[in-house]
């Protein structure tokens, strides 16, 4: 059975520093790609960032303050999220990709059939 676990939100200050993790069941890293979504309040689900073996992707609103990265061993996926705005306040989600993804349709939520639960993230003073 496929899972994904997301966790690792919270509040945190404007400026602060969070790492989200997704733990992933049922498949190996290496066969797919995982995406890291958000959904604000009123607004649709967009696409964070996104890792398949070596390839990584960003939005261009956190390129420069979110790392993506993988752990094999631990069948993880971890979102390092820096230099923290409001905006980037929402319910993060960690997602499988489609084994048939084309790379630069990769911030489309069609194109991934399983997803996890949601970690949500305030970022306030």
Known sequence: EVQLQASGGGLVQPGGSLRLSCV???FALDDYGIGWFR???GKEREGVSYIYLSRKFYA???KGRFTISRDNAK???YLQMNSLKPEDTAVYYCARASSR???SEWPVPPNYAF???GTEVTVSS
């Open 101 to 103: 993804l084309i790379f």
């Open 75 to 77: 069948n993880t996926v």
């Open 39 to 41: 959904q604000a309040p």
């Open 115 to 117: 997803w996890g639960q």
């Open 60 to 62: 261009s609103s956190v």
């Open 24 to 26: 992933v069941s049922g």
